[in-house]
C-alpha cells in the first residue's frame, strides 16, 4: 500500500505538469560576439536569481533549476538558433532567458520557441519589430523597446542645446530600429541627422564610413553600435581623424571595456542605459556586490528581472510547462499585489502558493505593457573615465 500512494503521488505531480525533479532554464546569450564584454555580468544576473530560488526550496514543491548556457552570437542567427534547438531537444529546457540581441532573438523566436512552445523572456532585444512579431503568447521582456529610446535619445540631445547630428548604427535589427526611432523623434523635435549611414561590424578599418560622417558633418556623432564591435572601431577613426570629438552612446555602446579601450578622448561624450533609481535596483546592486559582480553594467537588472519572471510565472501555474505559464508572467509582473524586490524570491513564492497576488518590481521596477517593458533610463556624462548618472528618465 505505502508503494502504491508512493507512486500515485509522483503520477500526480507529473500530471500537474510540476516536479520536484530538476528544472531546467536555458541561458542564451552572446559569450562571443560585439557584447562579450557585458555578457558574464547578465549571466551571473540570472544565475543569482536562480541560486536565489533553489536556496528557498519554495518552486514547484522543491523543485531545483539548472541554468544552461548557450552561446547566441548575438549577430549571427544560424548559430544562435542551433544553440536554442540544442537546448530544448538536448537539454530539455523549460524555458530561455534570452536572446540578447534583437535579429538573433526573432530568429530563436520563430525557428525555435514558437515551434516547440518554449517561453522566452529577452533582459536586452530592443528592437521596435519585436513588439509585434507574431508569438503565440511566449515572448517577453525586461527591457524597453527602442520606440521609447529614440524618444530618449531625441529629447537628451535637444535638452543640452543639440540640434544636428551625424547618425551611424550597426547594420542588423538592433542598429537599424534605433536609428529609425531616433531619427524621427529627433527630427519631429526640430533637431537635423546630416546622415544616416549603417556600418558593418568586424571590419579592420573605418575610415570610409568615417570619412563619409564627416563630410556631413554635424554637432555630435551619434553611434547606435556595439561596444566591442563596429561602434568602437568608429569612434577610434573619427577621433584619430579628428572628425569629431563628442560622441552619443545609447544602450549598445555602454560598457567598461570602450572606456578602457579608448580613454581621455571620451570624457564629455554622454548616452543612456536602461535603469532606474529605485529600492529594488539598491537591493539589486547590493546583491550583486555580495556575489561578486558588476550589476551597474548594461542588463544586469534586466537579467536577473528575466529569469525571476519565469521561476514566479511557474509557481504561479503550478508548472514549469511553456503552455501552462506563459499566460501568468504579464500577471506576477503587474500585480495588483505584495510588491516583491530582489532578494524576496522566496516571499514570492510562498505567496503565490498561499494563492496570494503578488506585483514584481525585481531590480528594474517590471511592468509590462503586454510583452514589453515599459522601462526607464539613466542618462550619463563619461566623466575622467567613468560613466557619471545625470538623471533617471
Given at each position: 500500500?505505502?508503494?502504491?500512494?508512493?507512486?500515485?503521488?509522483?503520477?500526480?505531480?507529473?500530471?500537474?505538469?510540476?516536479?520536484?525533479?530538476?528544472?531546467?532554464?536555458?541561458?542564451?546569450?552572446?559569450?562571443?560576439?560585439?557584447?562579450?564584454?557585458?555578457?558574464?555580468?547578465?549571466?551571473?544576473?540570472?544565475?543569482?536569481?536562480?541560486?536565489?530560488?533553489?536556496?528557498?526550496?519554495?518552486?514547484?514543491?522543491?523543485?531545483?533549476?539548472?541554468?544552461?548556457?548557450?552561446?547566441?552570437?548575438?549577430?549571427?542567427?544560424?548559430?544562435?538558433?542551433?544553440?536554442?534547438?540544442?537546448?530544448?531537444?538536448?537539454?530539455?529546457?523549460?524555458?530561455?532567458?534570452?536572446?540578447?540581441?534583437?535579429?538573433?532573438?526573432?530568429?530563436?523566436?520563430?525557428?525555435?520557441?514558437?515551434?516547440?512552445?518554449?517561453?522566452?523572456?529577452?533582459?536586452?532585444?530592443?528592437?521596435?519589430?519585436?513588439?509585434?512579431?507574431?508569438?503565440?503568447?511566449?515572448?517577453?521582456?525586461?527591457?524597453?523597446?527602442?520606440?521609447?529610446?529614440?524618444?530618449?535619445?531625441?529629447?537628451?540631445?535637444?535638452?543640452?542645446?543639440?540640434?544636428k547630428v551625424a547618425l551611424?548604427?550597426?547594420?542588423?535589427?538592433?542598429?537599424?530600429?534605433?536609428?529609425?526611432?531616433?531619427?524621427?523623434?529627433?527630427?519631429?523635435?526640430?533637431?537635423?541627422?546630416?546622415?544616416?549611414?549603417?556600418?558593418?561590424?568586424?571590419?579592420?578599418?573605418?575610415?570610409?564610413?568615417?570619412?563619409?560622417?564627416?563630410?556631413?558633418?554635424?554637432?555630435?556623432?551619434?553611434?547606435?553600435?556595439?561596444?566591442?564591435?563596429?561602434g568602437k572601431g568608429i569612434?577610434?577613426?573619427?577621433?584619430?581623424?579628428?572628425?569629431?570629438?563628442?560622441?552619443?552612446?545609447?544602450?549598445?555602446?555602454?560598457?567598461?571595456?570602450?572606456?578602457?579601450?579608448?580613454?581621455?578622448?571620451?570624457?564629455?561624450?554622454?548616452?543612456?542605459?536602461?535603469?532606474?533609481?529605485?529600492?529594488?535596483?539598491?537591493?539589486?546592486?547590493?546583491?550583486?556586490?555580495?556575489?561578486?559582480?558588476?550589476?551597474?553594467?548594461?542588463?544586469?537588472?534586466?537579467?536577473?528581472?528575466?529569469?525571476?519572471?519565469?521561476?514566479?510565472?511557474?509557481?504561479?501555474?503550478?508548472?514549469?510547462?511553456?503552455?501552462?505559464?506563459?499566460?501568468?508572467?504579464?500577471?506576477?509582473?503587474?500585480?495588483?499585489?505584495?510588491?516583491?524586490?530582489?532578494g524576496e524570491l522566496a516571499?514570492?513564492?510562498?505567496?503565490?502558493?498561499?494563492?496570494?497576488?503578488?506585483?514584481?518590481?525585481?531590480?528594474?521596477?517590471?511592468?509590462?505593457?503586454?510583452?514589453?517593458?515599459?522601462?526607464?533610463?539613466?542618462?550619463?556624462?563619461?566623466?575622467?573615465?567613468?560613466?557619471?548618472?545625470?538623471?533617471?528618465?
Amino acid at each position: 500500500m505505502k508503494k502504491l500512494l508512493l507512486a500515485s503521488a509522483a503520477l500526480a505531480l507529473v500530471a500537474g505538469g510540476a516536479s520536484a525533479q530538476d528544472i531546467k532554464i536555458g541561458i542564451l546569450f552572446g559569450f562571443t560576439g560585439p557584447l562579450e564584454s557585458i555578457t558574464p555580468a547578465m549571466d551571473k544576473s540570472a544565475e543569482m536569481a536562480i541560486k536565489e530560488v533553489n536556496d528557498s526550496k519554495a518552486l514547484l514543491g522543491g523543485a531545483t533549476v539548472e541554468g544552461v548556457k548557450a552561446d547566441s552570437t548575438c549577430t549571427d542567427a544560424a548559430a544562435a538558433t542551433a544553440a536554442a534547438q540544442k537546448l530544448v531537444t538536448s537539454e530539455k529546457v523549460a524555458a530561455i532567458v534570452g536572446g540578447d540581441c534583437s535579429g538573433v532573438t526573432g530568429a530563436v523566436l520563430q525557428s525555435v520557441a514558437r515551434p516547440n512552445g518554449i517561453v522566452m523572456v529577452s533582459p536586452s532585444a530592443t528592437s521596435p519589430a519585436l513588439s509585434t512579431a507574431a508569438d503565440d503568447d511566449l515572448f517577453y521582456r525586461t527591457a524597453p523597446s527602442d520606440a521609447h529610446q529614440g524618444d530618449i535619445m531625441a529629447d537628451v540631445l535637444m535638452k543640452r542645446g543639440v540640434k544636428k547630428v551625424a547618425l551611424t548604427y550597426t547594420n542588423n535589427d538592433y542598429g537599424k530600429g534605433l536609428a529609425d526611432s531616433f531619427k524621427a523623434a529627433f527630427e519631429k523635435a526640430g533637431g537635423t541627422v546630416t546622415i544616416e549611414a549603417a556600418h558593418e561590424d568586424g571590419k579592420a578599418d573605418y575610415s570610409a564610413e568615417v570619412a563619409a560622417l564627416a563630410a556631413a558633418g554635424g554637432d555630435v556623432l551619434v553611434v547606435a553600435g556595439y561596444v566591442d564591435q563596429g561602434g568602437k572601431g568608429i569612434i577610434q577613426g573619427a577621433l584619430d581623424a579628428g572628425a569629431f570629438k563628442t560622441f552619443y552612446l545609447p544602450d549598445g555602446m555602454y560598457g567598461d571595456s570602450l572606456l578602457k579601450a579608448i580613454g581621455k578622448p571620451l570624457d564629455g561624450s554622454f548616452g543612456d542605459v536602461p535603469g532606474i533609481d529605485s529600492e529594488g535596483h539598491k537591493k539589486f546592486l547590493d546583491m550583486a556586490k555580495a556575489a561578486g559582480f558588476d550589476g551597474t553594467s548594461s542588463y544586469t537588472g534586466e537579467s536577473y528581472d528575466a529569469a525571476a519572471l519565469i521561476m514566479l510565472a511557474m509557481q504561479a501555474a503550478k508548472s514549469d510547462k511553456g503552455a501552462d505559464f506563459k499566460s501568468k508572467i504579464e500577471s506576477v509582473a503587474n500585480g495588483p499585489g505584495e510588491k516583491i524586490l530582489p532578494g524576496e524570491l522566496a516571499k514570492g513564492l510562498k505567496l503565490i502558493a498561499e494563492g496570494k497576488p503578488i506585483d514584481y518590481e525585481g531590480a528594474t521596477g517590471v511592468h509590462l505593457l503586454g510583452r514589453d517593458a515599459a522601462g526607464s533610463y539613466r542618462v550619463y556624462t563619461i566623466k575622467d573615465g567613468q560613466h557619471v548618472t545625470d538623471y533617471y528618465q
